[in-house]
C-alpha cells in the first residue's frame, strides 16, 4: 500500500504530452506487471522482502529527458523517424539493463559504486528529488512559465491548483502524522475531492485490464548509437546506486545484514537488473527496489513471502484500471491551453522529491571540493530541466576542483573517463541535446 501509487504516477509521467506521450492504460499494465514479475524474482532469487517497481526519477529521466533527447535527434534526421521517441527510449532501458546483470554477475559494481564520489551520490539523489518536485509543482499549476523571467507563480487561486494544494496540504500532515501509505492516502483523497470540483470523473471500480500496446514495442536496434552512450550508462548509475541504498537501507532495519555485508547481494541485484529488462520489453522505465519496503520490514516482514504477496497484489491492480484512470486525469492549465496540469499526482510528486532530498545531509559541505561539484549537480538539474546536465556538470566540476586543490590523487580513473566522456559530448554534440 505504502508504494501503490507508483501504479498511478508511474502511468501520469510516461503519458505526459510534454514527455514522452505514452498510452496511460498501457503503461499501468506495463507498471504492474513489470514490479509483480521483478519483486517474484526478488522473493524466488534472493529471498529478501524487498519490493520493485518503475523508479521515480528514473521514469521522469526517461519521459522528459530522454524522449526529448530522441525527438530532437529524429528532427533532424540524425537517427530513424517514423519511430516513437518512446520506442527508442525503451531499447535503452533493455541496453541498460543488460549491461547492469552484466557488472552484477562479473562483480564489477562494487569497483563502480566506489569509485564515484559519495557526494556526488548525493548529490545526484538530491538534484534529481529536485527535478522531480519542480515537475509536480508545474503540474500542480503552482509555478508555471514566464517569458521573461521563465518561471512565475501559477493560477493559485484556478480549480486545479486548488484542489493540488488540498492534496498536498493533506498528504503532508497525513505524513507528518506518521500514517502508513500516506502518499497513497493522500493521492486517493485528492482524486476523491477532485470529483465535486468538477476535475475528476467517477468511471467505475472494476475491469479487464486496459489494451497492453507496449508490450514488446522496444527498438534495441536503433537504441545502439553513439548518441545514446551517455544516458544509457546514466541510467545503469542510476539504478545501481539507488538499488545499492535501498537493499542496505531496507536490510540495515530488518536486521538482514551479516557482518555489515548482505548475504545472496548479487542474487537481489540480479532481481533488479533481470527486471529491468523485463520492464523495458513490457513497455516501462528502469524498474529499481523502493525504499517504501522498509514499511513491511517494519511489520515483520522478513523472508521472501512478503515480496510474494507484494507482486500479487500489483496483478490484482490490474483489474481496477477505471480508478487508476480517474486519479491520474490531467486537466488543462488556466494560464496556457496547451499546458496540462494533473493535480491528483502532482503532490505525490513534490512530497516524493522532498524524501530524496535528505541524502543532501550527507555531502560534506565544509570540503568545498567536495560540496561545490554537489551542489552544482543539484541546482543544475531543475534549472536546465535536464538530469543529464546535472550529472555532467558534477562529474566535469569535481576533477576539476579536487586538481586545483592539489589533491588529483583523490579522483579515481573511473571519475576521469567519465569527465573525458561529457567533456567530448559538449564538445561533439550539439549543446541542445
Known sequence: MTMAYIIVVNPAILSSPAGAAMDFGAVMVATCVASAFATL?????????????????????????????IAALQARHEIAEGVA????ALGMVFMSGLLFTLLTFLKIREMVV????????????????????????????????????????????ARPTLLALIGLVVTVVLMARRVKGAILIGLVATGLLGIPFGLVTFEGVVSAPPAWSTLGRLRVGDALSVHFIAPILMLVFFDMFDTIGTLIGVSQQGGLLVDGKLPRATSALAADSIGTVAGAVAGTSTVTSYIESAAGVSEGGRTGFASVVTALLFIAALFFSPLVKMFGASVPSTISPDVFLRPVTAPALIVVGFLMMKTMMRVSWDDFTEGLPAFLTVIMMPLTFSITHGFAIGFISYPIVKTAAGRAKEVHPLVWGLFALFVARYIFLPLRL
Not at 559519495?118 to 508545474?138: Q, T
Open 41 to 69: 524474482l526478488m522473493a524466488f532469487l534472493a529471498r529478501y522482502p524487498i519490493a520493485l517497481a518503475p523508479g521515480m526519477g528514473l521514469n521522469a529521466f526517461f519521459s522528459f529527458e530522454i524522449c526529448g533527447m
Open 85 to 88: 521517441p518512446w520506442q527508442i
Open 114 to 157: 566506489n569509485a564515484v564520489p559519495a557526494s556526488l551520490k548525493y548529490g545526484i539523489a538530491g538534484g534529481i528529488g529536485l527535478f522531480i518536485a519542480f515537475i509536480g509543482l508545474e503540474e500542480a499549476g503552482i509555478v508555471a512559465g514566464h517569458p521573461i523571467t521563465y518561471v512565475q507563480l501559477g493560477d493559485v487561486a
